[in-house]
């Protein structure tokens, strides 16, 4: 399985993205301060949907302040000794924890997250219908050689999931607009003095 989405995560907003032959094009954006936040969401799931009508595999990007990166001279690196570099470089124990390391340019990059964390990820992004596959991140350069990954979803169960080489890099827009999904989804305006035609507000539809 290879993920047709990404879905970045950060304490400002969430911002997806949809896979193409280049590269990564921006869906839309959302602040997680909006108002209507399941609406905006829901829109914003709408708005893929319409680029893959098939379904939604997404990689969700988990905030870099949510990570650990570690830089360890050398190249010769097992993973008992990245193991034993983490041991005590964060809050958590080493069997709350999963990581990826890469090397490179003489030394060996590490990059860790708490397992609590892609629960958490897993979570928002499942109930908002974006059907979340796996964990992966957007370094700052020279922090990691590659895209750090960290595995799959738990509700992926035994399929595969193809892990990019490369990191997320957005060249553009996709063609599609979640506001204008909005305007069409939005209830009609009541004409001046009279009533609506339908005794209740349409509704836009809301992910899985």
């Known amino acids: 399985m290879k993920p047709n989405f990404a879905l970045s995560l950060s304490f400002e907003g969430l911002r997806l993205m949809h896979r193409t032959g280049g590269g990564w094009a921006l869906v839309g954006e959302v602040a997680l301060d ?4 399941n609406g905006a969401l829901a829109r914003l799931r709408a708005a893929a949907l319409r680029l893959e009508p098939n379904g939604m595999a997404t990689k969700l990007l988990l905030p870099d302040a949510q990570i650990r990166y570690l830089a360890l001279d ?14 005590g470089a964060t809050p958590y124990a080493l069997a709350d924890l999963v990581y990826d390391y890469s090397k490179g ?3 060996t990059y590490v990059a860790a997250v708490a397992r609590e964390t892609l629960k958490e990820a897993e979570a928002f992004a499942s ?6 596959v796996s964990f992966v991140a957007v370094p ?6 590659g895209e750090p990954y960290f595995g799959p979803a738990s509700s992926v169960g035994d399929q595969d999931v193809t892990r990019d080489d490369e990191p997320v890099v ?9 506001k204008a999904i909005e305007t069409e989804t939005r209830p009609p305006r009541a004409s001046s003095g009279s009533a609506p035609e339908t005794e209740e ?4 539809a809301q992910g899985p």
């Open 34 to 37: 909006d108002a209507d936040l």
């Open 74 to 87: 050398g190249t010769g690196t097992e993973e008992e000794d990245v193991r034993a570099a983490l041991d």
């Open 105 to 107: 340019g003489g030394r």
């Open 127 to 132: 109930e908002h219908g974006f059907n979340p």
């Open 140 to 145: 700052d350069p020279f922090a990691f050689v």
């Open 170 to 178: 957005v060249i553009g827009r996709a063609a599609v607009d979640p």
């Open 201 to 204: 507000p349409a509704e836009v």
